[in-house]
């Protein structure tokens, strides 16, 4: 007779599953929509190129003294009226030439990167916070509420943007640096406000913000916890992108005579200054237009990075 032992062992040796298969397998951690917008973004050289320009923008906005030692507001008439870039002395105060008053180019230039920088990112935060508050409470408790807020927000989006902050402008007599990010953040919360609505509309229909209020969470709990972290993606995009108009914007009024003024520095004040030069010397106006551009364009690149990165069907 057949030994069954040896039978039964090869039977089972043959049916036997690895044990690579029979384990477990090991399941990924599931990334939330953050993570993968973390992800791509360093993936994208759109992000990276853009963030390193910004990061050295804000280092020299926080830190000119390190880029230079020249003044911004001291000139010569005598010696540098007008003088010519010095292109071969990189970094000293006659690198980029000197304006109609004798003051280097390049000292202004690198001192305007604070102005530029203090109102696009001030305005920014402003307009995002009031615009969010007033989208958020528009589009979660619906009614009157949202009918009040929403015509409020029709009204002053019916003000076109620079004629608006223009009017507000001429009422002061000392234009500062927070007077330019009052008038243009006065007028510029609307568009985040109807993004908000918008988002907020959206997100508390999801079952998640349901079962919050089944289970008896509170308005503010709901608020904070469920509906705007679901709901900030769009905003940010669209901050992140509006930044750079709002710098953009600034040295608009400025080169109109109607934003910042001297002694303050500021690439816009420099790019008016350069327009009644530009006969006789273009580097006036050529470097603080260079530098401005450069600006709006990293801040642009950078939202649209995060735009590509937040929105699922453009992945």
Not at 70 to 98: C, R
Not at 205 to 220: N, S
């Amino acid at each position: 007779m057949p030994d069954v032992t040896k039978t039964a062992t090869a039977v089972e040796d043959a049916v036997a599953l690895p044990a690579d298969v029979t384990a477990p397998a090991k399941q990924e951690k599931a990334r939330s929509l953050w993570g993968d917008a973390w992800v791509d973004l360093r993936r994208n050289p759109y992000f990276i190129v853009a963030s390193v320009l910004i990061f050295f923008l804000l280092l020299v906005a926080v830190f000119p003294s390190i880029f230079t030692s020249a003044s911004p507001t001291k000139g010569d008439l005598v010696k540098h009226f007008l003088g010519k870039p010095e292109l071969a002395s990189v970094g000293s105060e006659g690198w980029l030439g000197y304006d109609g008053q004798g003051r280097s180019v390049y000292a202004r230039l690198i001192y305007g990167t604070r102005a530029s920088i203090i109102v696009g990112v001030t305005v920014t935060a402003i307009v995002t916070l009031v615009g969010g508050v007033m989208g958020m409470l528009a589009g979660y408790f619906g009614g009157w509420i949202d009918a009040l807020l929403s015509r409020l927000t029709d009204i002053f989006f019916g003000i076109p943007f620079l004629l608006g902050a223009m009017v507000v402008l001429q009422s002061f007599v000392e234009r500062t640096v927070w007077v330019v990010v009052f008038a243009l953040a006065f007028l510029g919360w609307t568009q985040m406000a109807r993004v908000m609505r918008g988002a907020v509309i959206t997100v508390k229909q999801a079952d998640y913000v349901h079962a919050a209020k089944a289970l008896g969470a509170g308005t503010t709990r709901i608020l904070l916890r469920h509906i705007l972290p679901n709901a900030m993606a769009p905003v940010i995009v669209v901050a992140t992108i509006a930044l750079g108009g709002y710098i953009s914007a600034e040295a608009t009024l400025s080169y109109l005579g109607l934003g910042l003024a001297a002694p303050t520095v500021s690439w816009g004040v420099d790019i008016s200054t350069g327009v009644d030069q530009i006969r006789v010397a273009q580097h006036i106006l050529l470097y603080p237009s260079i530098m401005l551009s450069i600006t709006v364009l990293a801040f642009i690149m950078l939202g649209e990075a995060v735009r590509n990165a937040l929105d699922p069907k453009l992945r």
